[in-house]
């Protein structure tokens, strides 16, 4: 069967949505050719699963993912993996047994090769990616930047960090770190991953991609990331109507 996958989510749930792909092909070998359209080609680039959709390609089926499984977080214990993996379940009509907890990214021989962007802004050693922002569309999941400028003054001179992210969305500058916000496509950000020695960052894309970028060799399979997760309350009042 030929499908076409199609979302228009931002990167993080692109990524995620890598993760079902591989996980159907797995359970479902020479099953399936797959494309995709989605709103972050460059996650798939590279990857032995997905069929290049060219102007004579026609699927056989094509299906707008979603995770409606979000509708029911804090209530099930589901890891965002399964959200794509199992609305793509119910709309097949298969089972497709979750794989590995991280998005399936592929690097190049060349890419994996080439020295880290970081290198280019002068730093060639060890270093941490943080990011100290995020979109405008979920704003409780920023933390107060005098924070993250606590934890870059804590590990001075013991690690440099190196600071991404999107152009349009909010970074506030720290000091005392390499800029590289709106300076890396979402290739250039893998290439930073796969040479980092760990990540900071709040809930958003980079922690997705810290799991997802392979390990480099001699360094440990698995890359460390802490992430900063507020935990928001809400107050209860009780209110006395007023005498009419």
């Known amino acids: ?71 029911d977080a804090n209530r099930r214990p589901y890891h965002f993996i399964h959200g794509f993996l199992q609305y793509l379940e119910r709309t097949l009509g298969v089972s497709i047994p979750a794989g590995p907890f991280r998005g399936d990214v592929y690097l190049s021989e060349e890419e994996m090769r080439l020295p880290s962007p970081v290198a280019d802004a002068g730093h060639a050693g060890a270093c941490w990616v943080v990011a100290a922002g995020g ?35 909010r970074h506030p500058p720290l000091e005392g770190v390499i800029n590289l916000v709106g300076k890396t496509s979402v290739r250039e950000l893998i290439r930073v991953l796969y040479h980092a020695d760990g990540v900071l960052c709040p809930v958003t894309f980079l922690m997705h991609l810290a799991a997802a970028v392979p390990a480099r060799p001699g360094s440990p399979a698995l890359r460390p990331c802490v992430v900063v997760r507020r935990i928001l309350t809400t107050a209860h009042h009780e209110i006395t109507p007023s005498p009419p």
């Not at 934890?151 to 001075?156: A, E, I, L, N, S």
């Open 1 to 71: 069967m030929k499908l076409l996958l199609r979302n228009r989510q931002p990167p993080g749930d692109v990524l995620m949505l890598t993760a079902a792909v591989r996980d159907l092909h797995r359970a479902h070998p020479n099953t399936y050719f797959t494309a995709v359209d989605t709103a972050c080609p460059a996650l798939w680039e590279n990857n032995p699963l997905v069929t290049a959709a060219g102007p004579d390609w026609v699927a056989d089926r094509v299906i707008d993912c979603e995770y409606p499984l979000i509708h």
């Open 135 to 169: 979109k405008y569309d979920f704003t409780a999941k920023w933390w107060d930047p005098d924070s993250w400028q606590a934890v870059v003054d804590h590990f001075r001179g013991r690690i440099q960090f190196v600071q991404c992210g999107a152009a349009g969305d």
